[in-house]
């Protein structure tokens, strides 16, 4: 027979057979065991039973996972979260001994965490910019510490090189010139909670207060000396410098040009010139000119009409070299030396005419070309027995009037001003009996 024809035997009841549900139709005592109220539930439980191990392999995978993924991504992202929310202030800072290529640093702060969790922190090397300038200009190292609620960062001491000199002199002039700054505070280290480790990266804008170009600078207590000292020093004064910040800077040995208007009239120093938060009163000994001031005393009259009206004399100071154990400082004189320092000083007072003033300060720093001042109040004083009475205008025991009077004008401050130049210029220069002549020289 051939493959085409082939039929089974039974084809026939093949064909007309019925369905099977219609030939086999279900017995409910064949139902092995089922109740008629069998739910999802029991049909669930029945099924973990038989294949409890499987399932029970599957949930130590889970726990394992999921273990994994809250020590290595959960904790470290919620310290992290702890570090970021940190404004790290500083309480304060200091920049000591300096070199030309290293400074002593200091800096206190504090960090808050959760007081119910102790947290190591290990050693941070910190890298300081300034705001303007993305490369650090030094780093410090943080030591080890534990974390609980608020805590003390100190770093005391530590000697850093200057691994940037341009990022170091934006930073100082951005502290110098500024009532505010920012200061960038990077570095990367570890946290550890117990036994877990968490990465640990510190990228902060720390805001300080700045020096606001020593705005307030004056010249306390001047006194010129009749006879020179052995160095030339014939001014004393003390130089009051402002520092509104917290940081404290050490400058060392600063000299400086003296002007009045653009007439040169000699030098100051000041020794050992340590910047702390506060007022800082600095002893100031100066090499002035006093031909150098009456030789242009009409230029100056000119340019400074209080001269003339109330016998009040405005110097400018300007930055010259900076030193410290011998070795310039560059940077400082790049920052320091465009800082013109203004102070006005009766000259009856600093001539030794009597009285008492108070001076006050104005400071413009020509980089940015801004300049601050605050009024000056004039001398008060009380009359003199040989007839020249102080600037505050009381007139003499014999009738002639004050620097600041109205009784002969202009021309008798003017007068005065040139008898009391006389008294302190060389003999063989000016000699003492030569005021009055010499004032009619000048022209008043």
Sequence with gaps: MSRANWRPNNYQEIETKQPYAQQYPFDPSLRDGMDEDDTLWKRTVRHVKRHWIIYSVLNVVGLALSLVITFLVVIPAIVQKVVDGNQLPVISASLLNPSPNSVQMSLVSTIDTPSAITTNLKPLNLSLAGPDNKTPFLAILLPEKDLKGKTTIEVQGQTAAITNMESFESFLAVAM??????????????????????????????????????????????QLLTTAEADGTNLLATANIPNPSVLTIGIGNLTMN???????????????????PGNNPLPLRATISLAAIAANIQQISKEQPALA??????????????????????????????????TTVPVQQLLGGGGSTSTTASTSNTGNGTRSGNSTSPATGSSSRNGTSSAGGNSSKNGTSSAGGKKNGTSTTNREIAMLLARYIAEEKAPAHAGKKRAELWGW
């Design 309 to 342: 009206t109330n016998g009040i004399l405005a110097i400018n100071a300007t930055g010259n070299t900076t030193t410290f154990n011998g070795e310039r400082l560059m940077y400082f004189e790049r920052v320091l030396n465009p800082v013109v320092l203004t």
């Design 177 to 222: 010139y500024n009532k505010n700054f920012t200061m960038q505070a990077t570095g990367t280290t570890d946290a550890f909670l117990g036994a877990i480790r968490a990465p640990v990266t510190l990228n902060k804008q720390i805001e300080m207060a700045g020096l606001n170009n020593l705005t307030g600078f004056n010249l306390g207590s001047p």
């Design 258 to 276: 003296l002007a009045i208007g653009n007439v040169s009239i000699g030098n100051a120093s000041i020794d050992n010139v340590v910047l702390q």
